[in-house]
């Protein structure tokens, strides 16, 4: 299958301060990733599509000016949380579809804790 | 929409035993149905997946089923293992390239 990285798999912050998440398709173009968030013992939670060279689309309630989503190239995503606070402690995922169009593959993961 | 439910939400056997995952969707037009593994702390991992046009798949001691008709479809684990132990997600596409994922099935092993 196919490759997505994702960096980096555990952050600690402080609260106020903005962290970045990247998400890179290894081993072929993406044109379309997926964020998702995660919140223990439950399922995923799609929180924006991105689009390579558009901007992002975002689900209901999700704040775009606090997570930030620039979709560059069609190998690399990234998604910034601006100014985290405590509740924005989660486990952030990445998403990739794959050469076909249709698989989806995903990134390791970035666990996100703000103090 | 899409909706999707997934039972049961926990799932426990004895090491050898089959593990059987259900899921319903609501949206007939759904013709694309993978299936998730996800370990704790990780992301999910695609470990087999089914199109409308097939009714079953199998992938060693892995399989799907789907029924159209009934819109459900099932995951089949046989001679389960404890590295089988996690939690699984299934999940559907319709229209467009959004899946939408079932609520996971916690999987656990005993040796």
């Known amino acids: 299958g196919a490759v997505v990285s994702q960096h980096p798999s555990w952050v600690i912050c402080k609260s106020g301060t903005s962290v970045k998440i990247e998400c890179r398709s290894l081993d072929f173009q993406a044109t379309t990733m997926f964020w998702y968030r995660q919140f223990p013992k439950q399922s995923l939670m799609l929180m924006a599509t991105?689009?390579?060279?558009?901007?992002?689309?975002?689900e209901q309630g999700v704040e775009k000016d606090k997570f930030l989503i620039n979709h560059a190239s069609l190998t690399l995503s990234t998604l910034t949380v601006t100014s985290a606070h405590p509740e924005d402690s989660s486990f952030y995922i990445c998403?990739?579809?794959?050469?076909?169009?249709?698989?989806?593959?995903f990134g390791s993961g970035t666990q996100l804790s703000v103090l | 929409g899409e909706n999707v439910e997934q039972h049961p939400s926990t799932l426990s056997v004895q090491e050898g035993d089959s593990a059987v995952i259900k899921c319903t969707y609501s949206?007939?037009?759904?013709?694309?149905f993978p299936w998730y593994k996800q370990e704790l702390g990780k992301g999910p991992q695609l470990i087999i997946d089914?199109?409308?046009?097939?009714g079953e798949k199998k992938d060693q001691r892995i399989a799907v089923t789907l029924n159209k008709t009934a819109k459900h479809f099932s995951l089949h684990i046989t001679e389960t293992q404890p590295e089988d132990s996690a939690v699984y997600f299934c999940a559907a596409k319709a229209a467009g390239n959004m899946l939408t994922f079932g609520g996971g099935t916690r999987l656990m092993v005993k040796p």
């Open positions: 089914i199109r409308s046009n097939v």
């Open positions: 998403s990739a579809l794959g050469r076909i169009g249709e698989k989806l593959f």
């Open positions: 949206d007939s037009a759904s013709n694309y």
């Open positions: 991105s689009n390579e060279g558009s901007k992002a689309t975002y």
